[in-house]
């Protein structure tokens, strides 16, 4: 077929006949008019990019090549040369300003019309590159509204604005792909710690993009700009960002080595050898998917690990390292119920110790690329993908891949319990993905498709910002105190986003977080933690519940209604007042613990004055058995036709009823039938209005009676999480304050 006869198809990833529909869309349509088509399948329509493309993409550079009419008349060098574009931050406020830069912009922008009628020739170098960057999925073929627009490239980084104004007159210029549903309001993250800064401007147009190679980019237009990389990593690239770090950065990144270390064991990547901790030496860490891969017994010495550690050990020797830290190797991985009483004691506390492992680390190698132990670090022992190279009009463009964040968000390594904690304790990292190493500190982050010489530029914004803090923090920062508030933002958050991720083994629950609650009580809950709730200082945490929102609910039956969802499962050897103690996504959302202001400050909404009351209180915590002293009471709850809270069973459907009681965060009990329940109160808040009652908000604990698991009698266990709001005072329900005992 020849190329100037077909087109490139971005849904089938192949080479059509550009007179012809393409065939995968057709039967696409039909199935939608059939009724086969699946809702995922809906938003889900563009085939992924493959090895097969690099492929076909070659082989087209082979043949004649020109740009097609459309390309011709967008004249891509143009926007290179002559375009001004505006970050979202920085658009004129004026609405006939704002109009006229968007004017003055269209004529740099490729409008790409409806994605189904697209039609990129095969013969067109441009066309070629808009191929390569196009998204892979969540666009329909009725998509409309996409353009490549131009942009500066500094605005792919967080806190651009801290960048020096002539940096960024001369930043290189780069072209997107941008919808119109992508377009937001100016957003800035603020600083939890700071009040003299405006806060973080946040990184715009990050995904796959077309830049002019430097050496042929326009005068005054070479700041940040792209590169090709190699298909193998260039070490000395990774070692000069490196270098930047530890020769500029010590009081940010560079960890003291405490003596728990010399606990744990290293393998001495040149004597292939598992050795106690050498005194004060300087190691390199792995964080990796594990997918159910372990090494075989003697794996080190015959050299049979699985990939990816094999290829961290080639890394370490390239880094001029000489020990290496990885849990398959250096934690007891026996069977926990084949473990002596002296081993589980040391897996234990080594497991205690992760957040000083990776917090201490010279550098920590992150696998982003592949599903299991055994997909290597890409560039290492495996090419990365291509980035595809055009010459037009005599200078050269290529394509450079998304900032390596978004590649993060998109691998199995981000969706991993265990990995969490890795990479949010680890003060250095390098990320190995299939397309590009990235390099990431406290202080700056940058891959190597980037010019290096945004590193001086990129360490000089603030470290203190919610962004940097979710995503990083130096969680032993003393800037951070332990009375402050926002600490407990910080300690949900991360319990938070750590319970939406997945683990093989349940038993992992608080395994794979003990390095990060450590590192939490080191420095801000000195009273540390009890199953994972630091309930010493903040009992209000009792009040967790599982998420709605976030994963998608699991249906008892297929066709069920969205009401009718399973009870989460329950976790064994674990108690079920603690969030690790139950599968699922929870959320701390419900009480006014994320939202103190709303009791400290008095006021709600309305004007209403709210008051904060009946919050347990923490009497202490023996094994699995925690024993609270705070309000009970019992309820008749009635869950159809509405979800309502009786002090008894009514009589009949008309009686008055106490108040509407919803389930977790759902606007409905979904697992709890009519009947009645004895409930502990977590916390009431009290609205009044210039000193008049206006309703009681009562978060509660539903509480199921059963025998104590070591014979000392009956104990409650935790069923699930209710609110009942009513507009008669609670006092009615008459609740009594007791001691409770909760397994």
């Known amino acids: 077929m020849a190329s100037s006869d077909s087109r490139l198809c971005i849904f089938c990833r192949k080479l059509e006949p550009a007179s012809k529909p393409c065939p995968r869309q057709t039967s696409r349509d039909e199935a939608k008019g059939s009724d086969r088509f699946g809702p995922e399948e809906q938003f889900n329509q563009l085939c992924p990019l493959s090895a097969d493309d690099e492929k076909l993409l070659k082989q087209l550079q082979d043949r004649p090549s020109s740009l097609c009419q459309r390309c011709a008349d967008y004249s891509p060098l143009k926007a290179f040369e002559s375009s001004e574009p505006l970050p979202l931050g920085l658009l004129p406020e004026d609405d006939d300003k704002f109009r006229d830069y968007f004017a003055r912009l269209k004529s740099y922008e490729l409008d790409l019309g409806e994605l189904g009628s697209l039609t990129l020739q095969a013969s067109c170098p441009f066309c070629r590159l808009i191929y390569r960057i196009m998204p892979t999925e969540g666009i329909r073929p009725d998509t409309k509204g996409m353009r490549l627009t131009p942009y500066r490239a500094y605005v792919r980084h967080a806190g651009w604005q801290y960048l020096p104004e002539k940096t960024k007159a001369q930043s290189a210029i780069f072209l997107g792909l941008r919808h119109f549903s992508h377009m937001v309001h100016d957003l800035q993250v603020p600083l939890l710690f700071s009040d003299n800064e405006p806060g973080l401007q946040s990184p715009e147009m990050t995904g796959p993009a077309i830049c002019l190679a430097t050496e042929d980019a326009f005068s005054g237009r070479q700041e940040y700009n792209g590169r090709l990389v190699e298909p193998l990593v260039d070490?000395?690239?990774?070692?000069?960002?490196?270098?930047?770090?530890?020769?500029?950065?010590?009081?940010?990144?560079?960890?003291?080595?405490?003596?728990?270390?010399?606990?744990?064991?290293?393998?001495?990547?040149?004597?292939?050898?598992?050795?106690?901790?050498?005194?004060?030496?300087?190691?390199?860490?792995?964080?990796?998917?594990?997918?159910?891969?372990?090494?075989?017994?003697?794996?080190?010495?015959?050299?049979?690990?699985?990939?990816?550690?094999?290829?961290?050990?080639?890394?370490?020797?390239?880094?001029?390292?000489?020990?290496?830290?990885?849990?398959?190797?250096?934690?007891?991985?026996?069977?926990?119920?084949?473990?002596?009483?002296?081993?589980?004691?040391?897996?234990?506390?080594?497991?205690?110790?992760?957040?000083?492992?990776y917090q201490c680390a010279a550098v920590t190698l992150v696998a982003l690329s592949g599903q299991n132990s055994n997909a290597g670090l890409c560039g290492v022992s495996r090419n990365r993908e291509m980035q595809l190279q055009e010459t037009i009009n005599g200078r050269k463009l290529f394509t450079i891949p998304a900032v390596v964040e978004d590649e993060m968000a998109a691998s199995a390594w981000d969706t991993r319990a265990w990995t969490f904690q890795e990479g949010m304790l680890s003060k250095r990292s390098l990320f190995f993905s299939d397309k590009q190493l990235g390099i990431s500190c406290q202080r700056f982050g940058a891959p190597d498709a980037y010019d290096p010489s945004c590193y001086g530029h990129l360490s000089d914004r603030p470290m203190d910002s919610f962004r940097q803090l979710m995503n990083g923090f130096n969680l032993t920062d003393t800037k951070i105190s332990v009375t402050n508030p926002e600490r407990i933002l910080l300690y949900t958050g991360l319990i938070i986003d750590y319970t939406s991720r997945q683990m093989s083994w349940p038993s992992d629950s608080l395994n794979a977080c003990l390095g990060?609650?450590?590192?939490?009580?080191?420095?801000?809950?000195?009273?540390?933690?009890?199953?994972?709730?630091?309930?010493?200082?903040?009992?209000?945490?009792?009040?967790?519940?599982?998420?709605?929102?976030?994963?998608?609910?699991?249906?008892?039956?297929?066709?069920?209604?969205?009401?009718?969802?399973?009870?989460?499962?329950?976790?064994?050897?674990?108690?079920?007042?603690?969030?690790?103690?139950?599968?699922?996504?929870?959320?701390?959302?419900?009480?006014?613990?994320?939202?103190?202001?709303?009791?400290?400050?008095?006021?709600?909404?309305?004007?209403?004055?709210?008051?904060?009351?009946?919050?347990?209180?923490?009497?202490?915590?023996?094994?699995?058995?925690?024993?609270?002293?705070?309000?009970?009471?019992?309820?008749?709850?009635?869950?159809?036709?509405?979800?309502?809270?009786?002090?008894?069973?009514?009589?009949?459907?008309?009686?008055?009823?106490?108040?509407?009681?919803?389930?977790?965060?759902?606007?409905?009990?979904?697992?709890?039938?009519?009947?009645?329940?004895?409930?502990?109160?977590?916390?009431?808040?009290?609205?009044?209005?210039?000193?008049?009652?206006?309703?009681?908000?009562?978060?509660?604990?539903?509480?199921?009676?059963?025998?104590?698991?070591?014979?000392?009698?009956?104990?409650?266990?935790?069923?699930?999480?209710?609110?009942?709001?009513?507009?008669?005072?609670?006092?009615?329900?008459?609740?009594?304050?007791?001691?409770?005992?909760?397994?």
């Open 235 to 357: 070490f000395d690239f990774a070692r000069n960002g490196l270098d930047v770090c530890w020769k500029s950065h010590k009081e940010y990144c560079i960890s003291t080595k405490p003596k728990e270390l010399f606990t744990t064991k290293m393998i001495d990547v040149l004597e292939r050898k598992v050795i106690p901790y050498p005194e004060g030496c300087e190691y390199v860490a792995l964080s990796y998917t594990w997918g159910g891969i372990m090494p075989e017994e003697g794996a080190l010495d015959k050299k049979t690990l699985p990939r990816t550690i094999e290829d961290s050990i080639t890394v370490t020797k390239m880094l001029g390292k000489r020990y290496l830290w990885v849990d398959a190797l250096c934690i007891n991985q026996k069977p926990w119920d084949t473990l002596s009483v002296q081993e589980k004691a040391e897996k234990t506390q080594q497991l205690a110790m992760m957040d000083l492992i």
């Open 516 to 743: 990060l609650l450590s590192a939490l009580q080191r420095r801000l809950f000195p009273t540390g933690f009890e199953w994972g709730l630091p309930l010493r200082e903040l009992p209000l945490t009792l009040g967790w519940s599982h998420d709605w929102a976030f994963p998608e609910p699991k249906r008892l039956q297929k066709d069920s209604p969205p009401w009718d969802i399973a009870r989460p499962q329950r976790r064994e050897g674990f108690p079920s007042w603690s969030w690790c103690g139950w599968e699922g996504h929870v959320t701390f959302g419900q009480t006014s613990l994320l939202d103190g202001s709303l009791v400290t400050a008095g006021k709600g909404r309305g004007g209403r004055d709210v008051t904060s009351d009946m919050v347990p209180e923490f009497v202490g915590c023996e094994g699995k058995r925690l024993t609270v002293k705070g309000y009970v009471c019992k309820f008749y709850i009635r869950t159809e036709p509405f979800s309502e809270a009786f002090l008894k069973k009514p009589e009949n459907e008309d009686e008055q009823s106490f108040g509407i009681v919803s389930e977790r965060n759902f606007p409905h009990p979904y697992t709890l039938k009519t009947g009645e329940y004895e409930c502990l109160v977590v916390e009431r808040l009290r609205h009044t209005q210039e000193g008049k009652f206006v309703k009681d908000t009562v978060y509660m604990i539903v509480l199921d009676r059963v025998q104590s698991q070591d014979g000392r009698g009956e104990v409650a266990e935790r069923r699930t999480f209710v609110t009942v709001q009513s507009d008669i005072e609670f006092e009615k329900v008459m609740p009594v304050k007791r001691v409770v005992h909760l397994e």
